[in-house]
């Protein structure tokens, strides 16, 4: 029988519990999970008085493999899949038919509005799926993925493609000073995508080891004024950091939330020296795109810890206060 990690109780552990096998209906797949990343957004939604549903399944990003098909379905038997955040969206709207569903205002978000992919096997709707093609020159992948590109590319699909979607928001044309806030899951990512893009890097984190981390990567330490900055954390004291360190005219992309964030700037800031700020939230289908090749180039490389599913409500806590360098990534089988 499939196995998930399930939220039965606000605010209690998690378990690892047997469900019953389903088959998929009308443009559903049945996905056999190859790797499933588990970061701070999970835990924020499992610390909520009131989740959006219980029981719940966490996991909003991952990889998987079709392993059976409803009827009228597109995608094959045995195609490999991104699974992404985004659940659902309406198909008509005016972000949906601008590839930006991320917007739409009937989305719904897996993990949150909808069961994830933090088990052995989902059952979901193939229109937010993702077929992973891969791009010229690389040979096909293993029946089974080796263990860290499958924990890579579980991050294609939410991590990589927000940092992707941050560093794009900002709109940059040309090689710039960029400083990333919060160097965890998707902010190791953003320092790699922005050097890859040609800017210069700085990287800021309470966390020492995540500062060495984002050394390792090519980041700088803060120092002076920089044109651009994502934020990849939540913290209002990062927030105002980076407003701190921008050059008039400087934009910021926010790539981290909380369900108690919230943003305290000076109205002043925003409007004499003309800041800017842009949500830095997955990003559009072209950015995700760009995230897959930056990943198969090998110009971005997750820095990620395997466990097993069995391990999951344990290491979970790891997450509790604010998590660790890289991401966490769970291998179902």
């Known amino acids: 029988m499939p196995r998930v990690i399930q939220l039965l109780k606000a605010r209690e552990a998690v378990e690892v519990v047997e469900i019953p096998s389903k088959n ?162 998707v902010g190791h990512l953003a320092v790699q995508v922005a050097k890859a893009l040609g800017h210069e890097v700085f990287a800021a984190d309470a966390d020492p080891e995540r500062v060495t981390l984002a050394g390792a990567l090519g980041a700088k330490p803060l120092d002076g004024p920089v044109d651009a900055a994502v934020v990849c954390t939540p913290s209002t004291q990062a927030l105002q950091q980076a407003v701190r360190l921008l050059r008039a005219g400087g934009r910021i992309a926010l790539a981290g939330s909380s369900p108690t964030g919230r943003i305290d700037l000076s109205v002043a800031d925003l409007v004499w020296r003309g800041l800017t700020i842009r949500s830095g939230l997955l990003g559009t289908r072209e950015d995700l795109e760009e995230g897959v090749g930056l990943l198969f180039s090998g110009k971005v490389k997750p820095s990620i810890e395997l466990v097993t599913l069995d391990e999951v409500p344990a290491r979970l806590w790891a997450l509790r206060d604010l998590g660790f360098p890289g991401r966490m990534v769970v291998l179902p089988g």
């Open 24 to 185: 998929p209906g009308p443009h559903e797949v049945r996905l056999r999970i190859e790797a499933c990343a588990l970061g701070q957004l999970d835990w924020n939604l499992l610390t909520l008085d009131a989740p959006p549903r219980l029981p719940l399944v966490p996991g909003h990003e991952a990889v998987g493999v079709v392993e059976a098909v409803g009827a009228n379905c597109t995608l094959r038997m045995g195609e490999r899949v991104l699974v992404t955040p985004l659940a659902s969206s309406c198909g008509t709207c005016n972000a949906c038919r601008g590839r930006d569903a991320r917007h739409c205002g009937g989305a719904s978000w897996r993990g949150m509005h909808v069961d994830g992919a933090l088990g052995t096997h989902l059952v979901t709707h193939e229109k937010t799926l993702v077929p992973l093609e891969l791009p010229l020159g690389v040979e096909p992948l293993a029946e089974v993925l080796a263990p860290q590109l499958a924990g890579a590319l579980a991050l294609s699909g939410g991590s990589l493609w927000t940092a992707v979607g941050a560093v794009n928001a900002l709109g940059l044309v040309h090689p710039s000073r960029v400083a990333v806030f919060g160097v965890g899951g």
